[in-house]
């Protein structure tokens, strides 16, 4: 069989040693595959004036996977104060890279599973009756529509004559903002669609079938965003009656759901939800079950598809001698890039071998040992980047 081309996309900071030692796993395991370098990022934009050069695209377009590792991002005037003195004063605009890549190339479902490992020391535990101490086991996936809603990049600072014109014809606007100086004025768009909406539902309850679950979760805010999430919940059930009768929606609003899965995470296994929410749910099951060092993810079109951890570059981590930050997340955003393409076979060894190391608890990256990020961690006994994907290679 021909190996595959995997579009390597390292970023900044952190991205670059938790992606190589993913690799490494990778071939340990024996998944054999080319690996092209896709330049992505704040040097690019710095450099360049963009963050997502076209070359990269057209590499995704070739080889349709990509592993990603971690961007920087910042507000766009320190992004405009940072670009090359040959371009500053050009009106370029800094644009996340990751959201323009999910766009770009209609990556709308993003998948992201937060699982409880066995002997974590970082996982959740509550108090039971008589003081008792109890650790729920959490196995939620979380499904995120990952294209619109406040992501959609749709919004405005002092808005043009057309737009505001736009905003007077509701009448909520006239009552509320009507009154602000228009160049006091931000505003951003929520959008949903329905067949952007009906997808990510679709993908939740095939989900849902597939792993013998009874529920799927809308996790939106219908009785005050009527519009954008009444969508998702009408979608949801009206397709729970006609497609799927064995599984029955459960509506709770955001907020609520972040009290919940602090008091009952374990009640809660697929959850669909917007951008937004869907960012922030997901963060909070990742509390959970040990941190973004844990929390992998994958953004899914119809062609291509990147798979990534949720965490993000910490600039101040990339420059110490030795890398510090657990890999997990990135190896097991690896292992969903294997499901992906079939080979769950290989998949399911790391997922056993990183499984194991954390159950043994001999080899544990710094904030598995609740330390804070200094450059001294390993020298206290932290395990390095490389030390705990060692330790997932020897059980391999």
């Known amino acids: 069989m021909e190996k595959r081309t995997i579009v390597s996309m390292p970023g900044d900071g952190i991205g670059k040693p938790v992606l190589e030692e993913a690799i490494r796993v ?93 002997g974590n020391p970082l996982n959740f535990i509550r108090k039971g009756v008589n003081n008792t101490i109890e650790e729920p086991v959490v196995d939620a996936m979380i499904f995120r529509q990952n294209t619109e809603c406040l992501y959609g990049g749709v919004e405005w600072t002092n808005p043009s004559d ?29 959008i949903f669609t329905k067949h952007y909406t009906t997808r990510i539902v679709k993908a939740a309850f095939e989900y849902a079938k597939a792993k013998g679950f009874d529920k799927v979760t809308v996790c939106e805010k219908p009785n005050v965003i009527r519009e954008t999430s009444g969508m998702m919940l009408l979608i949801a059930q009206e397709m729970a009656k006609a497609e799927y009768p064995g599984i029955r929606v459960e509506d709770v609003n955001i907020d609520a759901m972040m009290m919940w899965i602090t008091k009952n995470p374990e009640n809660y296994h697929v959850i669909v939800s917007g951008n937004m929410f869907g960012d922030i749910v997901s963060d909070g099951f990742a509390g959970l079950v040990g941190g973004l060092g844990f929390a992998c993810s994958a953004n899914i079109g119809r062609e291509v598809a990147v798979f990534e951890p949720t965490h ?62 200094k450059i001294d961690v390993v020298e206290k006994g932290a395990a390095s980047t490389k030390q705990m994907a060692d330790a997932i290679i020897a059980k391999l």
């Not at 393409?341 to 290989?346: A, L, M, P, R």
């Open 26 to 118: 990778l071939d340990a395991v024996g998944f054999e595959a080319n690996y092209v370098n896709g330049d992505i990022g704040w040097e690019f934009w710095r450099k360049e004036g963009n963050p997502f050069p076209d070359r990269t695209i057209k590499l995704l377009e070739e080889h349709k996977l990509g592993l990603f590792g971690a961007i920087t991002s910042k507000p766009k005037d320190k992004a405009a104060a940072e670009l090359a003195p040959e371009l500053q004063g050009k009106g370029i605009q800094y644009y996340s890279p990751i959201v323009a890549m999910r766009q770009h190339f209609d990556l709308d479902i993003c998948m992201r599973p937060c699982k409880t490992f066995k």
């Open 162 to 190: 057309k737009v505001y014109e736009a905003l007077m014809t509701h009448p909520k606007f006239v009552e509320n903002f009507s009154k602000c100086p228009r160049p006091e004025l931000a505003v951003s768009t929520r």
């Open 312 to 373: 993000g570059s910490a600039p101040k981590y990339a420059g110490f001698p030795v890398s510090i930050v657990n890999p997990v997340a990135m190896i097991m955003s690896a292992c969903m890039m294997l499901d992906h393409i079939g080979e769950n076979e290989k998949s399911g060894r790391i997922q056993k071998a990183v499984a194991s190391v954390v159950e043994e608890g001999k080899v544990k990256a710094y904030d598995m040992m609740k330390m804070s990020g």
